[in-house]
Nanobody
Framework: QVQLVESGGGLVQAGGSLRLSCAAS????????LGWFRQAPGKEREFVAA????????YYADSVKGRFTISRDKAKNTVYLQMNSLKPEDTAVYYC???????????????????WGQGTQVTVSS
């Protein structure tokens, strides 16, 4: 069973940076895509970024392009989300998710991800 464990959340001032980590286990990820989603209080969960495990292609939500970077370390089975120039509106619980397919004919924001982590809180103060 695939397990995803997020870490790295916390409190940061606007303009600051955080790096989230997602340790993946229990599967062979060569055909997977891994992604990050977030959910702010009172709002629906939204897509943030995704990466193909094998090729490393990435996809970002417009709201984070140029500020966030998703990457993966195959040796550590870990996906990262480097978040720079953080804004108060980035405050949310951030979830790591895994998609068993990395076929992006349907783009990641519209795909159904199969496995989810428990989430990590990110709070950006103004």
């Amino acid at each position: 069973q695939v397990q995803l464990v997020e870490s790295g959340g916390g409190l940061v001032q606007a303009g600051g940076s955080l790096r989230l980590s997602c340790a993946a286990s229990g599967g062979t990820f060569s055909n997977y895509a891994l992604g990050w989603f977030r959910q702010a209080p009172g709002k629906e969960r939204e897509f943030v970024a995704a990466i193909k495990w094998s090729g490393g292609s990435t996809y970002y939500a417009d709201s984070v392009k140029g500020r966030f970077t998703i990457s993966r370390d195959k040796a550590k089975n870990t996906v990262y989300l480097q978040m720079n120039s953080l804004k108060p509106e980035d405050t949310a619980v951030y979830y790591c998710a895994a998609d068993r397919s990395s076929n992006w004919l349907i783009p990641p924001p519209r795909r159904t991800f199969d496995y989810w982590g428990q989430g990590t809180q990110v709070t950006v103060s103004s």
